[in-house]
């Protein structure tokens, strides 16, 4: 009866943990309206990635006969744009480089300010004096203005833009990971782990990572929309992608002249911005809900 006893009591802790990440998956699945943003995200997603089987011509190919036809156009299902190209295909190839210049930046800013973020409110003192107080400059101008002018100074192109929109993502997610760490610092079982002669390091890898990595990871999701915003800007602007390359925010720039031609047509790249980031949104949301679950 005793060795029942015993195992009764030490069953509990390790279903805990199991039965947590369950219970958010399973709320998260019932969120209707996360699940419809997940299903929009993963069918544009695939149509970015397999864009050569999918897309009807040739994203790149125009001819000045065809410029500017309507939607529904026989062999241009959504038209064509200012040169002849068809909107459909550049529409699914841009899908590649926009999604990749709003998901990456927000990666990389995850992996680079969580770890400022966690290594200032874990060591606290000086260290996070100093780290936080240089994440506070960029907090001086707005983030708009700051990828403008850090893509401006580092000049037009994709590599640039992927690292000016890097840059300024860094500060908000440095921010949180700080926050979440140091109230997580002075808790009891990271404590205990130092009274049991733990290093500074295990500790972190062990204790500290797996309970803060997941609320800086939430609110990272919730950037990638405003990066997919700031992205197609730079590229509207010229500052990111080139010409011809298809990208969502410059055909929003090359189709603004026609925009009294073909209003529907030249709608169409804003269309797809609002849709990709109006869902990030929305599955940011549904996952934060899911994950204010507590046993």
């Given at each position: 009866m005793a060795d029942i006893s015993l195992s009764q009591m030490q069953v509990p802790d390790a279903v805990r943990s199991a039965g947590y990440w369950q219970n958010v998956g399973a709320r998260l699945v019932r969120d209707k309206t996360a699940m419809v943003a997940a299903a929009v995200l993963l069918l544009l997603l695939l149509a970015a990635i397999f864009a050569p089987l999918v897309a009807?011509?040739?994203?790149?190919d125009g001819r000045m006969i065809n410029r500017l036809k309507p939607i529904g156009t026989p062999g241009?299902?959504?038209?064509?744009?200012?040169?002849?190209?068809?909107?459909?295909?550049?529409?699914?190839?841009?899908?590649?480089?926009?999604?990749?210049?709003?998901?990456?930046?927000?990666?990389?800013?995850?992996?680079i300010g969580s770890a400022l973020g966690i290594i200032a409110g874990y060591a606290g003192g000086w260290t996070n004096t100093l780290i936080m107080r240089t994440i506070d400059v960029f907090y001086a101008f707005p983030s708009v203005l700051l990828a403008v002018a850090l893509s401006g100074a580092l000049g037009a192109g994709l590599g640039n833009a992927l690292l000016s929109l890097t840059v300024?993502?860094?500060?908000?997610?440095?921010?949180?990971?700080?926050?979440?760490?140091?109230?997580?610092?002075?808790?009891?079982?990271?404590?205990?782990?130092?009274?049991?002669?733990?290093?500074a390091l295990t500790i972190v890898r062990v204790h500290v990572l797996g309970n803060v990595l997941g609320p800086i990871f939430v609110y990272a999701t919730s950037l990638i929309a405003v990066s997919m915003i700031l992205a197609s800007g730079l590229s509207f602007l010229g500052l990111g992608v080139r010409p011809p390359n298809p990208e969502w925010g410059l055909m929003l720039n090359t189709l603004r002249t026609a925009i009294y031609v073909q209003p529907w047509v030249a709608a169409l790249p804003g269309a797809m911005i609002f849709?990709?980031?109006?869902s990030f949104n929305m599955l940011s949301d549904g996952l934060r809900s899911a994950m204010e679950v507590r046993q």
């Open positions: 009807p011509m040739d994203p790149l241009h299902l959504l038209g064509t744009d200012e040169l002849g190209r068809d909107m459909l295909s550049r529409l699914i190839w841009g899908g590649r480089l926009s999604l990749l210049m709003g998901v990456t930046p927000v990666v990389l800013a995850f992996v300024v993502f860094i500060p908000p997610i440095a921010r949180v990971a700080e926050s979440v760490t140091t109230r997580l610092r002075s808790s009891d079982f990271i404590e205990a782990a130092r009274a049991s002669g733990a290093g849709m990709v980031s109006i």
